[in-house]
């Protein structure tokens, strides 16, 4: 699973969030063992990397996006540092 968005506040941009999985599904195994599998998805914000974190399939893409905005808001120096580089 890969998600990606562009957040605006109104009309202005407060960038570009994208969450990747590190490495792809094992599509050899039962597919009723794919909700089970933890992965490791990085996270970036206008294409600088702010961290990894783990996620389990099947709980969703919104849990996801909920885990790697609690990423960026709970570390604001990271908004600076990607703000002061753009």
Do not use: C
């Not at 909700?35 to 893409?61: A, Q």
Request: charged share 25%.
């Amino acid at each position: 699973m890969s998600l990606h968005f562009t957040l605006y506040a109104n009309t202005e941009r407060k960038g570009m969030l994208e969450i990747r999985r590190q490495r792809h599904l094992d599509l050899t195994v039962p597919e009723s063992l794919y909700d089970d599998s933890v992965n490791t998805y990085v996270v970036e914000l206008d294409g600088r990397t702010l961290g990894t974190l783990e996620h389990r399939y099947g709980d969703g893409p919104w849990t996801l996006v909920n885990k790697a905005t609690a990423l960026v808001a709970f570390r604001p120096s990271l908004l600076r540092q990607v703000k002061d580089d753009t």
